[in-house]
């Protein structure tokens, strides 16, 4: 889930800085049975995030030949007729789910329409399910394509992976702030969780400045886990830089990063920074992000120790829901 949250930058001047980018965290012993060792892992999460809320995890026990099938049938979807696609349009849904059209989204203000096409899935929910019948937020029945039959089954599960490796990584982030490791346990029942499958042709190449694949934004929530092809495009903005830092993919890693949400929650000691996409790479490019966003009913106020002595919180509490709803007021109108 995305935010506009972003500033225009005329510029697309970029540095590349190949696959030691970002801090490569091996999670695998957030499993160990010694707390030292789980203890040593949070400490590198929290040096990641304070610096700029990205880092890239290896160890984290995700299927590969579940991820490669992934890639299979998301290419196997965007390759059926634009009809066949838009039958399945996410303005027939309840819940955001389903299909988004190419171009359909501006991320950043003053560019071109995003050059990509995606498709939006999440926690399987009954259409008279009373979470539903109630109007909570993006709670609802996923719409699937019967014209690729191995489509849902492999996407169930891929989303019931990375659920509980999005639970694993709040028990991180947990201990990352020196708080008990269980302590978003709340927060992490009956998460609120989105699969989104995004395809981006090749840049043009003679694209207008302004056009990307995805406009500068940050995330809205709370964790986000991508999976990317090896066609790069994606760049992480250094501040301190002011350059556009192009990310190498680094196979068999997931790159995550915190959203809005999260740097509130921490009363921005953590960070959440502005990306975006732009596919140089003369071919097809694919990606999955995963956003791990909480139970929707979960209070959202100043974390234990991120605070100095006397000083008061920047923003008020919330609630998850109240600020999804927020956020998509500001982005989308309403």
């Known amino acids: 889930m995305l935010s506009q949250r972003s500033q225009s930058f005329a510029s697309t001047a970029s540095v590349h800085a190949g696959a030691d980018a970002l801090p490569?965290?091996?999670?695998?012993?957030?499993?160990?049975?010694?707390?030292?060792?789980?203890?040593?892992?949070?400490?590198?999460?929290?040096?990641?995030?304070?610096?700029?809320?990205?880092?890239?995890?290896?160890?984290?026990?995700?299927?590969?030949?579940?991820?490669?099938?992934?890639?299979?049938?998301?290419?196997?979807?965007?390759?059926?007729?634009?009809?066949?696609?838009?039958?399945?349009?996410?303005?027939?849904?309840?819940?955001?789910?389903?299909?988004?059209?190419?171009g359909n989204q501006r991320l950043e203000a003053g560019s071109l329409p995003d050059l990509k096409e995606g498709y939006y899935m999440g926690r399987e929910s009954a259409a008279d399910a009373p979470d539903v019948l109630a109007g909570k937020f993006n709670h609802g029945p996923n719409q699937w394509s019967p014209a690729v039959p191995h489509f849902r089954p492999v996407m169930e599960a891929y989303l019931q992976q990375m659920t509980a490796l999005g639970e694993r990584l709040m028990q991180g982030l947990a201990l990352s702030l020196e708080l008990p490791e269980h302590y978003f346990a709340d927060y992490c029942t009956d998460a609120m969780t989105t699969l989104r499958l995004l395809h981006y042709p090749p840049q043009p190449v003679n694209a207008d400045p302004a056009q990307r694949g995805a406009g500068a934004h940050t995330d809205f929530g709370g964790l986000t886990m991508l999976l990317q092809d090896d066609a790069g495009g994606l760049q992480v903005w250094d501040d301190n830089r002011q350059v556009w830092l192009d990310v190498e993919p680094v196979p068999g890693t997931y790159n995550i990063n915190l959203g809005d949400m999260f740097a509130r929650w921490t009363n921005d000691l953590y960070r959440s920074t502005l990306h975006r996409v732009i596919n140089r790479s003369g071919r097809e490019r694919y990606s999955v992000p995963f956003f791990y966003s909480g139970n929707n009913d979960h209070r959202v106020s100043c974390l234990p120790g991120c605070c100095a002595p006397g000083e008061q919180p920047k923003y008020p509490p919330i609630t998850v829901e109240e600020h999804y709803r927020d956020m998509y007021r500001r982005t989308y109108g309403g």
């Not at 999460?45 to 299979?72: K, M, T, W, Y």
């Open 24 to 102: 490569i965290i091996d999670i695998s012993g957030l499993s160990s049975a010694d707390a030292a060792v789980r203890q040593a892992v949070g400490r590198e999460i929290r040096a990641a995030c304070v610096a700029n809320g990205f880092f890239v995890i290896s160890g984290h026990g995700i299927d590969p030949a579940l991820q490669a099938e992934v890639f299979a049938q998301s290419k196997a979807f965007f390759a059926l007729p634009t009809e066949q696609k838009l039958a399945l349009d996410k303005a027939h849904s309840v819940a955001n789910r389903g299909y988004e059209a190419m």
